[in-house]
Protein backbone atom coordinates (compact mmCIF):
# COMPACT_ATOMS: atom_id res chain seq x y z
CA UNK A 1 0.00 0.00 0.00
CA UNK A 2 2.73 2.17 1.06
CA UNK A 3 4.69 1.60 -2.64
CA UNK A 4 1.13 2.99 -4.64
CA UNK A 5 0.72 5.71 -2.71
CA UNK A 6 4.71 6.27 -3.75
CA UNK A 7 4.34 5.87 -7.07
CA UNK A 8 1.04 7.79 -7.38
CA UNK A 9 2.65 10.68 -5.74
CA UNK A 10 5.92 10.27 -8.01
CA UNK A 11 3.37 10.36 -10.96
CA UNK A 12 1.96 13.57 -9.49
CA UNK A 13 5.37 15.18 -9.27
CA UNK A 14 6.59 14.30 -12.50
CA UNK A 15 3.36 15.18 -14.08
CA UNK A 16 3.78 18.91 -12.81
CA UNK A 17 6.91 19.31 -14.79
CA UNK A 18 7.09 21.94 -17.34
CA UNK A 19 9.76 22.43 -20.10
CA UNK A 20 8.52 26.12 -20.87
CA UNK A 21 11.25 28.79 -20.85
CA UNK A 22 10.86 31.48 -18.05
CA UNK A 23 9.17 34.35 -19.33
CA UNK A 24 10.98 37.72 -19.58
CA UNK A 25 9.08 40.90 -21.03
CA UNK A 26 11.20 42.67 -23.51
CA UNK A 27 12.79 45.76 -22.80
CA UNK A 28 10.71 48.37 -24.12
CA UNK A 29 12.56 49.71 -27.46
CA UNK A 30 10.59 53.30 -27.17
CA UNK A 31 11.91 56.34 -24.55
CA UNK A 32 10.77 56.77 -21.74
CA UNK A 33 9.57 60.35 -22.47
CA UNK A 34 7.42 61.99 -25.11
CA UNK A 35 9.38 63.84 -27.64
CA UNK A 36 9.66 67.84 -26.56
CA UNK A 37 10.51 70.85 -29.08
CA UNK A 38 8.55 73.65 -30.51
CA UNK A 39 5.86 71.51 -32.45
CA UNK A 40 4.47 69.69 -29.35
CA UNK A 41 4.16 73.13 -27.02
CA UNK A 42 0.28 73.25 -25.77
CA UNK A 43 0.70 69.22 -25.26
CA UNK A 44 -1.38 67.67 -22.54
CA UNK A 45 0.94 67.25 -19.70
CA UNK A 46 1.06 63.75 -17.97
CA UNK A 47 0.05 64.89 -15.25
CA UNK A 48 -3.26 65.56 -15.90
CA UNK A 49 -3.50 61.71 -17.64
CA UNK A 50 -3.92 60.66 -13.63
CA UNK A 51 -7.34 62.92 -13.52
CA UNK A 52 -8.79 61.34 -16.28
CA UNK A 53 -9.72 58.27 -18.26
CA UNK A 54 -9.96 57.17 -21.75
CA UNK A 55 -13.46 56.22 -21.74
CA UNK A 56 -15.61 57.01 -25.46
CA UNK A 57 -18.79 58.27 -23.94
CA UNK A 58 -16.47 60.84 -21.88
CA UNK A 59 -14.25 61.93 -25.02
CA UNK A 60 -16.98 62.20 -27.48
CA UNK A 61 -19.80 64.50 -26.38
CA UNK A 62 -21.53 65.22 -29.41
CA UNK A 63 -25.22 62.93 -28.86
CA UNK A 64 -25.60 61.69 -32.28
CA UNK A 65 -22.00 60.71 -32.48
CA UNK A 66 -22.57 58.48 -29.20
CA UNK A 67 -25.77 57.28 -30.20
CA UNK A 68 -23.79 56.09 -34.12
CA UNK A 69 -21.06 54.65 -31.88
CA UNK A 70 -23.70 53.12 -29.86
CA UNK A 71 -25.75 51.31 -32.53
CA UNK A 72 -21.99 50.57 -34.05
CA UNK A 73 -20.95 48.38 -31.13
CA UNK A 74 -24.17 46.15 -31.36
CA UNK A 75 -24.31 46.08 -35.38
CA UNK A 76 -20.88 46.65 -36.99
CA UNK A 77 -20.32 42.62 -38.52
CA UNK A 78 -16.59 42.98 -38.26
CA UNK A 79 -16.72 43.11 -34.33
CA UNK A 80 -18.94 40.82 -34.43
CA UNK A 81 -16.84 38.62 -36.27
CA UNK A 82 -14.38 39.60 -33.96
CA UNK A 83 -16.07 38.46 -30.73
CA UNK A 84 -17.27 35.15 -32.32
CA UNK A 85 -13.29 34.56 -33.17
CA UNK A 86 -12.25 35.20 -29.45
CA UNK A 87 -15.33 32.52 -28.57
CA UNK A 88 -13.77 29.91 -31.45
CA UNK A 89 -10.33 30.41 -29.39
CA UNK A 90 -12.08 29.95 -25.80
CA UNK A 91 -13.45 26.53 -27.23
CA UNK A 92 -9.98 25.41 -28.41
CA UNK A 93 -8.63 26.10 -25.20
CA UNK A 94 -11.24 23.74 -23.61
CA UNK A 95 -10.34 21.33 -26.51
CA UNK A 96 -6.71 21.92 -25.49
CA UNK A 97 -7.14 21.49 -21.78
CA UNK A 98 -9.19 18.36 -21.63
CA UNK A 99 -6.32 16.37 -23.52
CA UNK A 100 -4.39 17.45 -19.74
CA UNK A 101 -7.23 15.05 -18.21
CA UNK A 102 -8.38 11.46 -18.12
CA UNK A 103 -10.88 10.45 -20.99
CA UNK A 104 -13.90 8.06 -19.76
CA UNK A 105 -15.89 6.35 -21.82
CA UNK A 106 -18.37 3.87 -21.57
CA UNK A 107 -19.36 1.13 -24.20
CA UNK A 108 -21.93 -1.58 -24.52
CA UNK A 109 -21.99 -3.79 -27.62
CA UNK A 110 -23.89 -6.94 -28.36
CA UNK A 111 -24.00 -9.09 -31.61
CA UNK A 112 -25.34 -12.51 -32.70
CA UNK A 113 -23.88 -14.31 -35.70
CA UNK A 114 -25.09 -17.67 -37.27
CA UNK A 115 -22.31 -20.09 -38.75
CA UNK A 116 -22.79 -22.55 -41.66
CA UNK A 117 -22.78 -26.00 -40.69
CA UNK A 118 -19.64 -26.50 -43.26
CA UNK A 119 -17.54 -24.08 -40.98
CA UNK A 120 -18.65 -25.11 -38.00
CA UNK A 121 -16.82 -27.87 -35.65
CA UNK A 122 -19.68 -29.60 -34.66
CA UNK A 123 -20.59 -29.57 -38.36
CA UNK A 124 -24.09 -28.60 -38.06
CA UNK A 125 -25.60 -24.60 -37.91
CA UNK A 126 -24.83 -22.82 -34.93
CA UNK A 127 -25.79 -19.79 -33.52
CA UNK A 128 -23.58 -17.21 -31.18
CA UNK A 129 -24.59 -14.89 -29.03
CA UNK A 130 -22.35 -12.28 -27.43
CA UNK A 131 -23.05 -9.20 -24.95
CA UNK A 132 -20.68 -7.07 -22.73
CA UNK A 133 -20.79 -3.67 -21.20
CA UNK A 134 -17.44 -1.57 -20.56
CA UNK A 135 -16.02 1.41 -18.86
CA UNK A 136 -12.83 2.00 -19.99
CA UNK A 137 -10.09 4.80 -19.30
CA UNK A 138 -7.04 6.47 -21.08
CA UNK A 139 -4.64 8.86 -19.87
CA UNK A 140 -1.56 10.34 -20.98
CA UNK A 141 0.65 11.10 -18.27
CA UNK A 142 2.17 14.45 -18.80
CA UNK A 143 5.55 13.45 -16.99
CA UNK A 144 7.54 16.25 -19.14
CA UNK A 145 4.94 18.80 -19.79
CA UNK A 146 4.22 18.44 -23.13
CA UNK A 147 0.13 18.31 -22.85
CA UNK A 148 0.53 21.31 -20.52
CA UNK A 149 3.02 23.48 -22.88
CA UNK A 150 0.16 22.72 -25.25
CA UNK A 151 -2.26 24.23 -23.19
CA UNK A 152 -0.75 26.74 -21.96
CA UNK A 153 -0.27 27.85 -25.72
CA UNK A 154 -3.71 27.90 -26.17
CA UNK A 155 -4.74 29.64 -22.94
CA UNK A 156 -2.08 32.54 -24.25
CA UNK A 157 -3.73 32.29 -27.72
CA UNK A 158 -7.46 33.01 -26.22
CA UNK A 159 -6.15 35.84 -24.25
CA UNK A 160 -4.44 37.32 -27.62
CA UNK A 161 -7.87 37.17 -29.36
CA UNK A 162 -9.46 38.81 -26.52
CA UNK A 163 -7.20 41.69 -27.09
CA UNK A 164 -7.43 41.94 -30.82
CA UNK A 165 -11.32 42.02 -29.81
CA UNK A 166 -10.45 45.02 -27.85
CA UNK A 167 -8.28 46.63 -30.69
CA UNK A 168 -11.26 46.31 -33.08
CA UNK A 169 -13.40 47.65 -31.06
CA UNK A 170 -11.76 50.67 -30.44
CA UNK A 171 -10.76 50.95 -34.30
CA UNK A 172 -14.38 50.86 -35.25
CA UNK A 173 -15.30 53.83 -32.72
CA UNK A 174 -12.77 55.90 -34.21
CA UNK A 175 -13.57 54.93 -37.73
CA UNK A 176 -17.50 55.96 -36.93
CA UNK A 177 -16.00 59.27 -35.78
CA UNK A 178 -14.19 60.19 -38.77
CA UNK A 179 -16.92 59.32 -41.33
CA UNK A 180 -19.10 61.40 -38.66
CA UNK A 181 -16.57 64.34 -38.70
CA UNK A 182 -16.09 63.73 -42.58
CA UNK A 183 -19.73 63.96 -42.87
CA UNK A 184 -19.98 67.31 -40.93
CA UNK A 185 -16.89 69.03 -43.12
CA UNK A 186 -18.49 67.92 -46.44
CA UNK A 187 -21.94 69.30 -45.29
CA UNK A 188 -20.17 72.56 -44.56
CA UNK A 189 -18.36 72.55 -48.03
CA UNK A 190 -21.80 71.87 -49.38
CA UNK A 191 -23.17 75.10 -47.97
CA UNK A 192 -19.84 77.38 -48.28
CA UNK A 193 -20.13 76.47 -52.09
CA UNK A 194 -24.10 77.50 -52.75
CA UNK A 195 -23.17 80.72 -50.31
CA UNK A 196 -20.53 81.18 -52.16
CA UNK A 197 -22.66 80.28 -55.68
CA UNK A 198 -25.54 83.22 -54.62
CA UNK A 199 -22.55 85.61 -54.25
CA UNK A 200 -21.24 84.83 -57.67
CA UNK A 201 -24.44 84.91 -58.84
CA UNK A 202 -25.44 88.35 -57.63
CA UNK A 203 -22.03 89.60 -59.13
CA UNK A 204 -23.19 88.34 -62.04
CA UNK A 205 -26.36 90.23 -62.65
CA UNK A 206 -24.28 93.14 -61.21
CA UNK A 207 -22.13 92.38 -63.86
CA UNK A 208 -24.60 92.28 -66.69
CA UNK A 209 -26.28 95.25 -65.89
CA UNK A 210 -23.01 97.26 -66.20
CA UNK A 211 -22.33 95.16 -69.51
CA UNK A 212 -25.73 96.28 -70.92
CA UNK A 213 -25.02 99.99 -70.26
CA UNK A 214 -21.45 99.67 -71.41
CA UNK A 215 -19.63 99.79 -68.28
CA UNK A 216 -18.52 96.41 -67.98
CA UNK A 217 -16.38 94.66 -70.65
CA UNK A 218 -17.12 91.44 -72.30
CA UNK A 219 -14.04 89.82 -70.25
CA UNK A 220 -15.48 90.88 -67.21
CA UNK A 221 -18.63 89.01 -68.22
CA UNK A 222 -17.02 86.51 -68.99
CA UNK A 223 -15.24 85.73 -65.90
CA UNK A 224 -18.79 86.42 -63.89
CA UNK A 225 -20.04 83.41 -65.64
CA UNK A 226 -16.90 81.36 -65.24
CA UNK A 227 -17.29 81.67 -61.31
CA UNK A 228 -20.74 80.98 -61.16
CA UNK A 229 -19.60 77.62 -63.44
CA UNK A 230 -17.17 77.03 -60.77
CA UNK A 231 -19.20 77.45 -57.67
CA UNK A 232 -21.81 74.84 -59.89
CA UNK A 233 -19.12 72.75 -60.17
CA UNK A 234 -17.89 72.18 -56.41
CA UNK A 235 -21.82 71.84 -55.39
CA UNK A 236 -22.22 68.73 -57.38
CA UNK A 237 -18.84 67.74 -55.70
CA UNK A 238 -19.53 68.00 -52.34
CA UNK A 239 -22.88 66.58 -52.69
CA UNK A 240 -21.77 63.55 -54.12
CA UNK A 241 -18.92 63.20 -51.26
CA UNK A 242 -22.40 63.74 -48.30
CA UNK A 243 -23.97 60.72 -49.75
CA UNK A 244 -20.87 58.71 -49.94
CA UNK A 245 -20.25 59.92 -46.47
CA UNK A 246 -23.92 58.41 -45.25
CA UNK A 247 -22.95 55.64 -47.39
CA UNK A 248 -20.17 54.66 -44.94
CA UNK A 249 -21.35 55.67 -41.77
CA UNK A 250 -24.05 53.22 -42.95
CA UNK A 251 -21.48 50.19 -43.12
CA UNK A 252 -20.04 51.50 -39.88
CA UNK A 253 -22.66 51.49 -37.91
CA UNK A 254 -24.04 48.16 -39.82
CA UNK A 255 -28.03 49.26 -39.93
CA UNK A 256 -29.51 52.20 -41.04
CA UNK A 257 -29.24 55.67 -39.96
CA UNK A 258 -31.26 56.59 -36.81
CA UNK A 259 -33.71 58.76 -38.21
CA UNK A 260 -34.26 60.71 -35.20
CA UNK A 261 -30.62 61.39 -35.12
CA UNK A 262 -29.87 64.94 -33.42
CA UNK A 263 -28.69 67.61 -36.21
CA UNK A 264 -24.83 68.44 -36.14
CA UNK A 265 -23.53 71.84 -34.90
CA UNK A 266 -20.90 72.10 -37.52
CA UNK A 267 -17.20 71.25 -36.98
CA UNK A 268 -17.08 74.83 -34.58
CA UNK A 269 -18.73 73.15 -31.85
CA UNK A 270 -16.05 71.49 -28.83
CA UNK A 271 -17.35 68.08 -29.80
CA UNK A 272 -14.19 66.24 -28.22
CA UNK A 273 -13.20 66.36 -24.47
CA UNK A 274 -9.53 66.85 -23.81
CA UNK A 275 -7.17 64.10 -23.83
CA UNK A 276 -5.00 63.09 -20.97
CA UNK A 277 -1.58 61.88 -21.80
CA UNK A 278 0.38 59.55 -19.78
CA UNK A 279 3.83 58.21 -19.90
CA UNK A 280 5.37 55.88 -22.79
CA UNK A 281 5.28 53.14 -20.46
CA UNK A 282 1.39 53.28 -19.64
CA UNK A 283 0.96 51.85 -23.51
CA UNK A 284 1.81 48.89 -22.40
CA UNK A 285 -1.61 48.52 -20.37
CA UNK A 286 -3.68 50.67 -23.16
CA UNK A 287 -2.98 49.50 -26.31
CA UNK A 288 -4.81 46.56 -26.91
CA UNK A 289 -2.29 45.73 -30.06
CA UNK A 290 0.45 45.58 -27.59
CA UNK A 291 -1.42 43.30 -24.87
CA UNK A 292 -1.82 40.74 -27.73
CA UNK A 293 1.42 40.86 -29.37
CA UNK A 294 2.97 40.30 -25.83
CA UNK A 295 0.04 37.18 -25.39
CA UNK A 296 1.29 35.76 -28.73
CA UNK A 297 5.19 36.08 -27.71
CA UNK A 298 4.02 34.12 -24.72
CA UNK A 299 2.40 32.00 -26.45
CA UNK A 300 5.12 31.30 -28.56
CA UNK A 301 7.58 30.74 -25.22
CA UNK A 302 4.88 27.65 -24.08
CA UNK A 303 5.29 26.16 -27.27
CA UNK A 304 8.83 25.75 -27.08
CA UNK A 305 7.91 23.88 -24.14
CA UNK A 306 5.84 21.35 -25.88
CA UNK A 307 8.71 21.25 -28.56
CA UNK A 308 11.51 20.31 -25.77
CA UNK A 309 8.28 17.91 -23.87
CA UNK A 310 8.42 15.39 -27.60
CA UNK A 311 11.96 14.55 -26.97
CA UNK A 312 11.11 12.61 -23.91
CA UNK A 313 8.99 9.54 -23.91
CA UNK A 314 5.42 9.36 -23.85
CA UNK A 315 3.59 7.09 -21.57
CA UNK A 316 -0.11 6.19 -22.15
CA UNK A 317 -2.19 3.96 -19.66
CA UNK A 318 -4.93 2.64 -21.22
CA UNK A 319 -7.32 -0.05 -18.83
CA UNK A 320 -11.02 -1.08 -19.01
CA UNK A 321 -13.19 -2.98 -16.88
CA UNK A 322 -17.12 -3.99 -17.55
CA UNK A 323 -18.98 -7.18 -18.10
CA UNK A 324 -19.48 -10.22 -20.91
CA UNK A 325 -21.54 -12.88 -21.56
CA UNK A 326 -23.20 -14.81 -24.12
CA UNK A 327 -26.79 -14.15 -23.14
CA UNK A 328 -27.93 -10.99 -22.46
CA UNK A 329 -29.89 -12.03 -19.03
CA UNK A 330 -26.75 -12.55 -17.85
CA UNK A 331 -24.82 -9.86 -18.32
CA UNK A 332 -24.17 -8.35 -15.34
CA UNK A 333 -25.04 -11.94 -13.13
CA UNK A 334 -21.86 -13.21 -11.26
CA UNK A 335 -18.51 -14.28 -12.73
CA UNK A 336 -19.08 -12.19 -16.14
CA UNK A 337 -16.83 -9.91 -15.51
CA UNK A 338 -13.67 -8.82 -17.39
CA UNK A 339 -10.81 -6.32 -16.85
CA UNK A 340 -7.37 -5.20 -18.73
CA UNK A 341 -4.89 -2.40 -18.47
CA UNK A 342 -2.41 -1.71 -20.62
CA UNK A 343 0.20 0.80 -20.44
CA UNK A 344 2.51 2.03 -23.13
CA UNK A 345 5.75 3.77 -23.56
CA UNK A 346 6.81 5.52 -26.90
CA UNK A 347 10.59 6.63 -27.02
CA UNK A 348 11.64 8.65 -30.25
CA UNK A 349 14.95 6.85 -31.38
CA UNK A 350 15.24 8.34 -34.63
CA UNK A 351 13.04 10.61 -36.93
CA UNK A 352 15.84 12.40 -39.54
CA UNK A 353 15.93 15.41 -36.89
CA UNK A 354 12.03 16.25 -37.24
CA UNK A 355 12.27 16.84 -33.27
CA UNK A 356 15.43 19.14 -33.79
CA UNK A 357 13.60 21.40 -36.56
CA UNK A 358 10.62 21.78 -34.43
CA UNK A 359 12.08 22.96 -31.31
CA UNK A 360 14.11 25.34 -33.87
CA UNK A 361 11.53 26.53 -35.68
CA UNK A 362 9.47 27.24 -32.20
CA UNK A 363 12.36 29.06 -30.99
CA UNK A 364 12.57 30.91 -34.28
CA UNK A 365 8.77 31.86 -33.89
CA UNK A 366 9.90 33.35 -30.51
CA UNK A 367 12.26 35.61 -31.66
CA UNK A 368 9.75 36.32 -33.98
CA UNK A 369 6.85 37.13 -31.64
CA UNK A 370 10.13 39.33 -29.55
CA UNK A 371 10.43 41.44 -32.87
CA UNK A 372 6.57 42.02 -33.19
CA UNK A 373 5.85 42.67 -29.76
CA UNK A 374 8.85 45.38 -29.81
CA UNK A 375 7.35 46.84 -33.11
CA UNK A 376 4.37 47.45 -32.02
CA UNK A 377 5.74 49.49 -29.03
CA UNK A 378 7.69 51.73 -31.25
CA UNK A 379 4.50 52.53 -33.89
CA UNK A 380 2.36 53.25 -30.75
CA UNK A 381 5.30 55.40 -29.62
CA UNK A 382 5.27 56.77 -33.01
CA UNK A 383 1.25 57.11 -33.52
CA UNK A 384 1.36 59.18 -30.05
CA UNK A 385 4.20 61.37 -30.88
CA UNK A 386 2.54 62.23 -34.38
CA UNK A 387 -0.61 63.46 -32.38
CA UNK A 388 0.79 65.18 -29.80
CA UNK A 389 2.70 66.71 -32.80
CA UNK A 390 -0.73 67.25 -34.48
CA UNK A 391 -2.85 68.24 -31.29
CA UNK A 392 -0.05 71.50 -30.70
CA UNK A 393 0.19 72.82 -34.06
CA UNK A 394 -3.10 72.33 -35.48
CA UNK A 395 -4.14 74.48 -32.52
CA UNK A 396 -2.19 77.48 -34.07
CA UNK A 397 -3.17 76.69 -37.61
CA UNK A 398 -6.81 76.68 -37.16
CA UNK A 399 -6.55 79.99 -35.35
CA UNK A 400 -4.04 81.67 -38.18
CA UNK A 401 -6.51 80.48 -40.70
CA UNK A 402 -9.38 82.01 -38.64
CA UNK A 403 -7.67 85.50 -39.02
CA UNK A 404 -6.87 84.99 -42.06
CA UNK A 405 -10.51 84.51 -42.91
CA UNK A 406 -11.48 87.62 -40.94
CA UNK A 407 -8.57 89.65 -43.34
CA UNK A 408 -10.36 87.62 -46.36
CA UNK A 409 -14.24 89.06 -45.40
CA UNK A 410 -12.68 92.81 -45.20
CA UNK A 411 -10.74 92.53 -48.52
CA UNK A 412 -14.15 91.04 -49.92
CA UNK A 413 -16.14 93.70 -48.35
CA UNK A 414 -14.10 95.74 -49.40
CA UNK A 415 -12.95 94.94 -53.11
CA UNK A 416 -16.91 95.09 -53.54
CA UNK A 417 -17.48 98.36 -52.44
CA UNK A 418 -14.74 100.07 -54.58
CA UNK A 419 -16.52 97.79 -57.27
CA UNK A 420 -19.72 99.05 -57.06
CA UNK A 421 -18.57 102.93 -56.79
CA UNK A 422 -16.45 101.91 -59.88
CA UNK A 423 -13.03 102.84 -57.81
CA UNK A 424 -11.71 98.82 -59.03
CA UNK A 425 -12.45 96.63 -61.90
CA UNK A 426 -14.58 93.45 -61.53
CA UNK A 427 -10.94 91.34 -61.31
CA UNK A 428 -9.96 92.63 -57.71
CA UNK A 429 -13.71 91.59 -56.80
CA UNK A 430 -13.39 88.25 -58.32
CA UNK A 431 -10.09 87.72 -56.82
CA UNK A 432 -11.23 89.05 -53.49
CA UNK A 433 -14.42 86.24 -53.96
CA UNK A 434 -12.03 83.53 -54.92
CA UNK A 435 -9.99 83.91 -51.73
CA UNK A 436 -12.92 84.17 -49.50
CA UNK A 437 -14.08 80.87 -50.84
CA UNK A 438 -10.45 79.32 -50.77
CA UNK A 439 -10.02 80.33 -46.65
CA UNK A 440 -13.46 79.14 -45.89
CA UNK A 441 -13.31 75.82 -47.22
CA UNK A 442 -9.32 75.58 -46.30
CA UNK A 443 -11.07 76.74 -42.61
CA UNK A 444 -13.19 73.44 -42.72
CA UNK A 445 -10.42 71.55 -44.18
CA UNK A 446 -7.57 72.11 -41.53
CA UNK A 447 -10.66 72.14 -38.70
CA UNK A 448 -11.47 68.52 -40.43
CA UNK A 449 -7.93 67.52 -39.76
CA UNK A 450 -7.47 69.21 -36.19
CA UNK A 451 -10.48 66.97 -34.93
CA UNK A 452 -9.40 63.61 -36.96
CA UNK A 453 -6.44 63.81 -35.43
CA UNK A 454 -7.56 64.13 -31.76
CA UNK A 455 -9.78 60.98 -32.70
CA UNK A 456 -6.70 58.93 -33.90
CA UNK A 457 -4.87 59.88 -30.85
CA UNK A 458 -7.53 58.96 -28.52
CA UNK A 459 -7.00 55.49 -30.75
CA UNK A 460 -3.05 55.61 -29.90
CA UNK A 461 -3.58 56.01 -26.21
CA UNK A 462 -5.63 53.23 -26.54
CA UNK A 463 -9.16 54.53 -25.52
CA UNK A 464 -12.63 53.50 -26.02
CA UNK A 465 -12.38 49.84 -24.26
CA UNK A 466 -15.16 49.61 -22.12
CA UNK A 467 -14.14 47.35 -19.25
CA UNK A 468 -11.49 48.67 -16.40
CA UNK A 469 -8.00 47.95 -18.35
CA UNK A 470 -6.58 44.49 -16.83
CA UNK A 471 -2.59 44.43 -16.24
CA UNK A 472 -1.09 41.28 -17.68
CA UNK A 473 0.27 38.62 -15.96
CA UNK A 474 3.12 38.59 -13.63
CA UNK A 475 6.54 37.39 -15.17
CA UNK A 476 7.70 34.17 -13.94
Do not use: H
Request: proline letters at 4%; aromatic letters at 8%.
Amino acid sequence: MNKSVLSLALVTALSGCSLIPEFQRPESPSPSQWPEGEAYQGAVSATQAQQAGLEWQVFFRDPALRQLIGAALENNRDLRAAALNVEAYRALYRVQRADVLPAVSADASGSRTRTPADLSQTGQAAIGSQYSATLGVSWELDLFGRLGSLREQALQEFFATAAAQRSTQISLIASVANAWLALQADQALLQVSRDTLDAYEESLKLTQRSFDVGVASALELSQARSAVNTARVGIERYMRQVAQDRNALVVLVGQSLPANLPGDGGLDRDQLAPLPIGLPSDLLYKRPDIIQAEYQLRAANANIGAARAAFFPQISLTGAVGTASRELSGLFGGGSSYWNFSPSISVPIFNAGQLRANLDYAQISRNIEVAQYESAIQTAFREVSDGLAAQATYTRQVQAQRDLLEASEDYYRLAERRYRTGIDSYLTLLDAQRQLFEVKQQLITDRLAQMSSEVELFKALGGGWDEETQPLPEEG
